[in-house]
C-alpha cells in the first residue's frame, strides 16, 4: 500500500479584508474530486515549535540491514505482534531482492514505540538490525550536520584522546 500524493499551493494576500472572503469561499469546495483545506502557512520551526512532544509520538519506522531474501510478507509477520499495521513496504531493486531496508507504518504512536524499544539491536537471521524512528530527508541531513559538528568540535578538543578511552587515559595519568 503506498500513500496517497498530497498537493500543496501557497496563496498570499496582503490585505487583511481580501484574505477573508476568498477562503470562506474555499473552504466548502472541492477541486477534482478532492476536499480542498484552507489554513495559515507555518514555517518549519513554527511547525516543530507548536508540536513540541508530538513529534517524538511516531506512527512509521524505519528498519535497515535487512537480509536479501526479507518481504513485505515477512516484514509484516515480524511486526504484527506490535499492533495493527497500516502499511509495509520492504525496499527493493530491479532484480526483486530486498535492498536491506523498509519502512512499516503502526496504527498508533505506542505500539510503533514499543517495536522500536524491542526490535532495535535484535538478531535476525544472523544479521543485527536498527529498528527506529522513520525521518524525513532534510530532517535526518539536518541532524547528520549537527552530529558531524559536533564531533568536529570534540575532536578538535584537546583532551579529547584521554576521554576516548578511560582505561588508556588512566594509564597515562599513572605513568607521569
Request: hydrophobic share 35%.
Amino acid at each position: 500500500m503506498r500513500a496517497a500524493l498530497r498537493s500543496t499551493a501557497l496563496y498570499t494576500v496582503r490585505a487583511a479584508r481580501l484574505r477573508r472572503e476568498p477562503l470562506r469561499n474555499l473552504m466548502a469546495c472541492c477541486y477534482n474530486d478532492r476536499k480542498v483545506f484552507i489554513g495559515c502557512f507555518r514555517s518549519r520551526k513554527e511547525y516543530e515549535a507548536e508540536m513540541g512532544a508530538r513529534v517524538m509520538e511516531f506512527p512509521n519506522v524505519y528498519i535497515k540491514n535487512l537480509r536479501e531474501d526479507m518481504d513485505d510478507k515477512k516484514l509484516k509477520e515480524l511486526f504484527s505482534k506490535f499492533g495493527p499495521t497500516l502499511s509495509i513496504c520492504v525496499m527493493i531493486d530491479e532484480s526483486g531482492k530486498s535492498k536491506g531496508f523498509g519502512f512499516v507504518s503502526l496504527e498508533r504512536h505506542e505500539d510503533a514505540k514499543r517495536a522500536v524499544d524491542e526490535m532495535n539491536r535484535k538478531q535476525l537471521n544472523g544479521k543485527q538490525v536498527y529498528v527506529g524512528r522513520a525521518q524525513k530527508k532534510g530532517e535526518r541531513q539536518t541532524e547528520l550536520k549537527r552530529k558531524f559538528e559536533l564531533d568536529k568540535a570534540y575532536a578538535s578538543f584537546p583532551l579529547a584522546p584521554l576521554y576516548q578511552n578511560p582505561s588508556i587515559a588512566f594509564m597515562r595519568l599513572l605513568n607521569t
